[in-house]
């Protein structure tokens, strides 16, 4: 028989402020702890209530409610008791003299690894404070990925922190709104506990955007009160069929939170009328099979509307969800959702991995979807942060990693993969694996060739074509969506950068030392060594990267190394010799070589080159003004020429005056097509009645191929002038 449950209560942002002792925790670890467990729980509340002796919260409470509340969240959940220990010790270490040591002694390693996991780092300095976050997160996800508790510890005192943000200065209620909303929320979504999200998005919400807080909080008001009596009446009507049917289930009024709202409104750029589940019904019948049978019941009941069913249960989401989904349309055009599930998956959905609590379960028939799910992120969290070149780095790829608005494909073998929605086939392709990801050269999606930059439809079969010469173009970061795939892509061109800075390095090193006619392998192991030492560098291939990539300059490191006994390498400034072999550029040194967009040089240009910071050699036209108040700075100016085999296409940039006339721009690039250059760019500069100026931007091979070029465009009549744009 159908029952009506009532719907879910609203919480209180301010439902913290009664003070939660610890009796009642002990009330409440009672109804699933053994009394032995209980009593360690007190144990650490005497010992957490003896350490924080004296601390106050902002609010001038006492510090030990704080712990206490993230306690009861964690009980709420039905955490074990060393997670329950661990959470009313969560700040020791980190606000307190105690030691971890100390907490090994009295509670444990299980207990204190936890306390560990979830404490900042304190002791160390960084530059600035966004590092100094980035890191924290860092430490707390690698200590996720040992055990999965830490997170809960940290979701538990985040949400008790947002529901007493109100006595913290506006700046950081703001600061810390936002940093809800863009890492704990997801992460919570992530993982499934869709209780402590949906709060953590409310409160977070109500800081951050409280005047459209306040406006969607009016319009949800309004159409409660229009739609009551037709709400009722639909639910009725759902539980009468479903007697009818023999179809024993409970009904809740479910009513979407306002930050989902407010996300679905921004992404999809729905105005308030057309977001369908602002009220939605919830049905928990039994089993699976009884949600497909409930599923045509209702269905028979209201027309459904076209492409809006969803079946998570065939498909579960990344976090394990199952439901099912779909959107009828109710009495007088009303479209409704209803979601059908069974009472295990409401459970999960809910609570995620906090369901049915399988910590360290040995039976792999009760672990449920949810921690399936959530270990196989572990496993992506932990390949990201091997990858990552930095904190800074992992926390970007994290984030991008929470926002999974799913789309399914279908590898050949009829495999479904979940994506993110607007993944492309190179996700795809890294998503099977790193090497497929890193060798694949092109992509068909449903049997047909498709450019690797294609988003991805759901239900569409993908197979990635590989070369064994196939490598990561760093155009694809410009494109791919997953944390893992951007991750593969930076690490193999930070790494290919590194070999490629070596290989200038070493050149131009070699170029300084011929100065003083010796060559790298002239020097003996013990004089590298011992610069190497004075430079705090570990290996002569570090030294090389500092040298290729500008951070180091080539001549001081050459007359070190020729006269050790004699140079303070540090104080005496080296100046360049004349004669010595200018450095040859072949155009295939890759992005530690690179050509100024203010001069566009070509081969066949007198070139100099300019040493850059963190970027390496730049080549200028040496008639560049950007390069004239270098020629007197020895550790920066290299003299280079261009080699007799370059290779390669080069941009320039040519400016011409012509007859303004209909057809004249396709003229022009005709002409410029039939010479085998490729156009980058087009403006017009001027344009009038009679004569208009248009500049491109061509890639050439050589000042020859550029005079041919323009040889071939002052021969058209309508073209009274052609010349190239100099730096």
Not at 166 to 178: F, G, H
Not at 285 to 292: G, L, P, Q, R
Not at 588 to 605: A, L, N, Q, R, W
Request: aromatic share 6%; charged share 25%; glycine share 6%.
């Amino acid at each position: 028989m159908a029952t009506i449950a009532p719907t879910n209560s609203t919480y209180s942002s301010n439902g913290d402020s009664t003070r939660f002792l610890i009796s009642n925790l002990c009330d409440l670890l009672e109804s699933y702890l053994q009394p032995k467990e209980i009593q360690d729980v007190y144990q650490a509340y005497l010992f957490g209530a003896e350490v924080h002796e004296g601390q106050t919260r902002v609010s001038g409470e006492p510090y030990i409610y704080h712990p206490l509340s993230v306690a009861k969240s964690m009980a709420e959940m039905h955490m074990d008791a060393p997670s329950i220990i661990a959470a009313i010790l969560h700040d020791v270490i980190e606000d307190t003299p105690t030691a971890k040591e100390h907490l090994v002694e009295r509670f444990g390693e299980e207990v204190a690894q936890l306390v560990d996991g979830v404490s900042k780092l304190t002791h160390l300095n960084f530059e600035s404070k966004a590092e100094a976050q980035a890191e924290n997160f860092r430490k707390m996800m690698l200590a996720m990925v040992k055990d999965i508790r830490v997170i809960l510890i940290k979701l538990a005192d985040r949400l008790h922190n947002m529901r007493t943000l109100s006595v913290m200065p506006l700046d950081k209620q703001r600061r810390i709104a936002r940093e809800t909303l863009d890492i704990y929320a997801p992460i919570a979504q992530r993982l499934g506990l869709n209780t402590i999200r949906t709060e953590l998005e409310t409160l977070g919400f109500q800081t951050l955007y409280p005047a459209r807080n306040r406006v969607l909080e009016k319009e949800i008001k309004k159409v409660r009160g229009n739609r009551k009596e037709l709400l009722q009446k639909i639910e009725t009507s759902i539980c009468e069929r479903l007697e009818g049917a023999r179809i024993e289930s409970r009904i809740y009024g479910r009513e979407k939170n306002i930050y989902s709202i407010y996300k679905k409104m921004r992404t999809k750029r729905l105005s308030f009328s057309d977001v369908y589940d602002v009220f939605a019904f919830r049905l928990i019948v039994d089993n699976a099979d009884t949600c497909y049978r409930t599923l045509g019941v209702v269905h028979n009941l209201y027309i459904p509307v076209p492409g809006k069913f969803k079946d998570y249960i065939a498909i579960p989401k990344l976090n394990g969800y199952q439901s099912l989904h779909t959107v009828l349309l109710g009495p007088h055009g009303i479209p409704i959702e209803v979601q059908i599930r069974s009472q295990e998956m409401e459970d999960v959905a809910q609570s995620g991995i906090a369901a049915h609590w399988a910590y360290k379960s040995t039976d792999q028939q009760h672990t449920t979807r949810a921690h399936a799910r959530a270990r196989e992120w572990l496993k992506d969290i932990l390949e990201l942060q091997r990858s990552a070149g930095d904190s800074r780095e992992f926390l970007e790829s994290i984030k991008v990693d929470l926002f999974p608005d799913e789309v399914y494909v279908f590898t050949p073998s009829g495999e479904i993969m979940k994506l993110p929605r607007g993944a492309t086939a190179v996700d795809f392709a890294y998503a099977v694996h790193s090497d497929i990801g890193n060798t694949c050269v092109a992509v068909k999606i449903d049997r047909r060739l498709a450019p690797l930059s294609t988003p991805l439809d759901n239900g569409s079969t993908i197979e990635v074509i590989t070369a064994a010469s196939g490598k990561p173009n760093p155009l694809w970061l410009n494109f791919v969506v997953t944390a893992k795939a951007r991750t593969n892509i930076r690490h193999y061109l930070k790494n290919l950068r590194e070999g490629e800075a070596i290989k200038l390095g070493r050149r131009l090193l070699d170029k300084a030392l011929a100065i003083h006619d010796k060559t790298l392998d002239e020097i003996s192991n013990r004089d590298i060594n011992a610069l190497l030492k004075e430079l705090n560098l570990d290996s002569l291939d570090a030294l090389m990267v500092d040298i290729g990539l500008g951070n180091r300059m080539s001549q001081l490191v050459a007359r070190r190394l020729h006269e050790p006994e004699k140079l303070n390498f540090f104080r005496k400034k080296f100046m360049r010799r004349e004669g010595s072999a200018p450095l040859a550029i072949r155009g295939t040194e890759g992005m530690v070589v690179s050509f100024g967009k203010c001069c566009h040089p070509i081969p066949g240009d007198p070139v100099a080159g300019v040493m850059s910071t963190g970027r390496g050699l730049v080549i200028h036209r040496e008639n560049c003004r950007n390069v004239a108040s270098y020629r007197d700075k020895p550790d920066k100016w290299v003299e280079v020429q261009w080699s007799d085999d370059v290779t390669g296409s080069y941009p320039v940039t040519i400016r011409l005056q012509s007859a303004n006339e209909r057809g004249m721009l396709a003229t022009v690039a005709s002409a410029i097509s039939e010479q085998g250059s490729n156009i980058d760019n087009v403006a017009f500069d001027q344009r009038d009645g009679k004569t208009t100026i248009i500049t491109f931007i061509l890639d050439v091979d050589s000042r020859d191929h550029l005079a041919q070029i323009m040889r071939t465009v002052r021969k058209i009549p309508q073209v009274y002038k052609v010349v190239r744009i100099r730096g």
